[in-house]
């Protein structure tokens, strides 16, 4: 290998190719269906120049794959607008103490299924660094599904009518990252409560959740109608969880045309 972790080349036939180990082919391959014991065979016999044709293939096929399933997991995220965290407006958020920015980028919280409160005035940023973070994750991979509280609500709550909810809960269930935005922004009766409950105890050590909302714990109970309900949610997320706050003017306040 060259010092920069790419395989040497050199040149065969007046074209230049890399320079590569039947091992190194083989790994590149791992992902792609192929029948492993013929491949094998064939890298066996093969040129060092045919080996390297075949690296540079499996690696632009690997490359494509990954890339096209980022693309998928973004899309299926249905995040309702994109953001990321270049030019990020870090100076409204007050992080816990011993946990910051590095451990919020580096999705260890998602490896843990660790939750995360996004909470504090509004227009301070809360939503676009949960599309940011959810952005993230699914460029590394992590399936994520985007939802507004009240959306959510509807949705499960249209599937239960439907009775299809066990399907529904199953599908979301598939995300290692799910982003409920706006609780509390709008009220939710009992029925859609329970159904939030469903999606919040079944993530449980499961899954992250990350929650933007407006409102203290203390105020969780009017979200959820019932004062046991909350106390659960939030036992839940005390326990592997933690929170951000944010507080200053609102971002649309300070760039808004109606001055």
Known sequence: MNGDGSAPTGRRGGR???KSTPEQV???ARNLPLTKAVLRDAVADATPGQLGFLANLFAAENASRAEGKRLRLTKQAMFPQE???DGYDWSMASFPAGWGREQLTS???VDRAEDLVLYG???CGKTHLAIAIGTLACQRMIPVRFFTASGLVMRLRRAKDENRLDAELKAIGRAGLIIID???YLPIDIDGARLLFQII???YERRSII???NLEFSRWADVFGDGDMAAAVIDRIVHHGRIVRFHGESYRNRHSLMK
């Open 211 to 213: 929650f933007t909302s």
């Open 26 to 28: 083989m790994e590149l």
């Open 107 to 109: 999705l260890e919280f």
């Open 83 to 85: 953001k990321s965290l």
């Open 16 to 18: 230049t190719v890399d």
């Open 182 to 184: 706006e609780l509390g």
């Open 121 to 123: 005035d509004v227009g």
């Open 201 to 203: 105890a079944d993530s």
